[in-house]
């Protein structure tokens, strides 16, 4: 790392500059480096709009480039630039299909082995079905709300098939990557002939939502802590406050009596308790942004 990157600590995370490189390759926009952590963005007219009308947008993903050019804006999920981004990346379209994958082994019977032995019995030669099977990669903006904190994160899913709901494995996730890498995509086609028919997209999104919150755990176990803490001193605020109303009425200027005044009081002791624990609970909301498209080739063998 040279002396001057050194000095800058890269702010933005994965999930905003990944989002900004594929719309540079999706959109034909141009990311120009003016320095450390420093970038300016020519956008194409048919998006500025989506920008206030803007031909360039200065950014820095650090904060001391941000001091070096003060007109820059902060790379950072929940940024106005990056709602921004999102809705020119929306406007370009919710799906981006990459095409098909190539079949990584030939889909012959003969090569559909059965790989364990079979006791008290026999395998026969296998019917094999080859189909194009769609998949895909949601990128979604996750906001994260407790008590008075709120924060947003870009966050990419895992890979699934479309048809079926499964996750995928690594190596057709690899597969894929490789299968996009130079391409910009476009919006997702017609289904071509032999591709099964992808689930509907809320459904699909629900499936998702176990990985991406997965993906997010360490952030949410953080915030999860940070909320405890501002909750554990809400509560004794509000337990000293309403304390001195039962116990020392003369520091309050008015004295409760037994009876109906006093449980009204502790009715609403225990109504601001509930109110603020439900306040901070974690609240995770999540906003799908582009669904990123493949049709793999499987053979299943019978």
Known sequence: MTPDLAE????????VRALIERYVALAGAVLRELG????ELRVPEPDRAAFAGREAVRI????????????????VAGSAFVGQLVA???RRGARQAFGPVPASVPAAAADARLPVPVANGEAGVPET????HPVGRLTARVTVRAGAALEEHLVDSGLFDLATGAALPADVASACAAA??????GAAPHQAPGTLPSRPVGELVRLMLGDLEGRLAPELERARAQAELALA??????????????????????????GDARRAVEAEHQRRRQEEIGRHDVRAAVHPVQLAEWAVPMQRAE
């Not at 450390?36 to 970038?39: D, G, L």
């Not at 079905?129 to 194009?132: E, L, Q």
């Not at 996009?180 to 995509?185: K, L, P």
């Not at 406050?241 to 004295?255: H, N, Q, V």
């Open 36 to 39: 450390p952590h420093r970038y």
């Open 233 to 258: 001193h809400e509560l004794a605020r509000i337990d000293r406050y309403y304390t001195a109303m039962l116990d020392d009425p003369a520091g309050r200027g008015s004295e409760i009596p037994d």
């Open 88 to 90: 020119a990346v929306r």
């Open 8 to 15: 800058h600590e890269p702010l933005a995370d994965a999930g």
């Open 129 to 132: 079905r080859v189909a194009r």
């Open 180 to 185: 996009g890498e130079g391409a910009t995509g």
């Open 60 to 75: 820095a993903f650090s904060v001391e480039a941000l001091q070096e050019d003060p007109d820059a804006e902060m790379a």
